[in-house]
């Protein structure tokens, strides 16, 4: 069976980065999910949670990547 380590907080370092380098802030990101606050975003910021598939096809969009660029594995 095929498995994929995730590693969490490096996901979230990489969406912060990713972020910033796109110079887009908590707000944008939160408006273009239609997040209400950016608890959310936060939380996959210091890598407490993951994004899931939907949020994280809009995040690749937005970022003008890909999903495989988003997540990284350990």
């Known amino acids: 069976m ?3 380590d995730i590693d ?3 996901t979230g370092k990489n969406i ?3 972020a910033k380098e796109r110079k887009l802030k ?3 990101i939160q408006k273009a999910l239609g997040f209400n ?4 975003i936060y939380k996959w910021y210091r890598g407490l949670a993951l994004p ?3 949020n994280l096809v809009i ?7 890909t999903i495989d ?3 990284k594995r350990r």
């Open 2 to 4: 095929l498995r994929i």
């Open 8 to 10: 969490m907080e490096a």
């Open 16 to 18: 912060k980065h990713i």
């Open 26 to 28: 908590t707000a944008d």
């Open 37 to 40: 606050t950016p608890q959310s």
């Open 52 to 54: 899931t598939i939907d």
């Open 59 to 65: 995040l690749a969009e937005l970022f003008d990547t």
């Open 69 to 71: 660029d988003i997540i």
